[in-house]
């Protein structure tokens, strides 16, 4: 298997641009987490999904953010507008029976 | 709220040495701890503990958990430069698999 795929793996934008994040995750995983990594707050998880149905979004830092799962295979995490402060290492990850499966990481530069 | 302490948050050693790393948490409805190894990329997996005991992998990292005293250790023996890393300590409270991460320990072992 080709592990978790996430696109793109960094992302430079102006401030107020729209931004989106990409996920795919590993065949047969049933959920679907998506984490924020900042040297100040380090690992922080953003949403998480099982069975494509959001379990739990209070992660999520503010309106500006959504995430959205249309299938088993692909979940998207959308920042609107964006700010500098969104400026991190946005992780997806997958699990199945057991251990959480990180992807690469999108690095994302709001300027 | 899930609680989840590591320390030290920073360690240098020499190659040979063996270390100690530790995890205090508090966790709702505790079902179990996961270690995960960072370098400049994802989080990998070491270690998923789920009773109070033993776990070893690869011989010369092993983590113990006490569920009585709510806290968790990973030791290195015979340290290598490839250990230098961030270690995450990670407990899960939910049966969905939702992990509150630690703000990790930066160890870093020089020749």
């Known amino acids: 298997d080709a592990g978790v795929i996430q696109s793109p793996r960094h992302e430079v934008t102006e401030m107020g641009q729209e931004v989106t994040l990409r996920c795919k995750p590993i065949?047969?995983?049933?959920?679907l987490f998506w984490y924020r990594q900042t040297m100040m707050r380090g690992l922080e998880l953003l949403i998480y999904?099982?069975?494509?149905?959001?379990?739990?979004d209070s992660g999520m830092p503010e309106d500006r953010f959504s995430a959205k799962m249309p299938n088993a295979s692909f979940s998207t995490l959308k920042i609107q507008p964006s700010e500098p402060r969104d400026s991190a290492v946005y992780f997806c990850?997958?699990?199945?029976?057991?251990?959480?499966?990180f992807g690469p990481g999108t690095r994302l530069t709001v300027t | 709220e899930d609680k989840v302490v590591q320390s030290p948050l920073s360690l240098v050693v020499h190659e040979g040495d063996t270390v100690t790393l530790n995890c205090s948490y508090e966790v709702t409805n505790f079902r179990s701890l996961l270690w995960y190894k960072q370098e400049k990329k994802a989080p990998t997996f070491l270690f998923m503990l789920t009773s109070s005991g033993i776990e070893k992998k690869s011989g010369r990292l092993s983590s113990i958990l006490d569920k009585k005293e709510l806290f968790s250790i990973l030791n290195i023996t015979a340290t290598q430069t490839g250990d230098s890393a961030v270690y995450l300590c990670?407990?899960?409270?939910?049966?969905?698999?939702?992990?509150?991460f630690g703000q990790g320990t930066i160890l870093t072992v020089h020749p």
């Open positions: 999904f099982n069975n494509n149905v959001p379990i739990d």
């Open positions: 990670a407990p899960g409270g939910t049966s969905y698999g939702k992990l509150t």
């Open positions: 990850a997958s699990r199945g029976s057991r251990e959480q499966y």
């Open positions: 065949s047969g995983h049933d959920y």
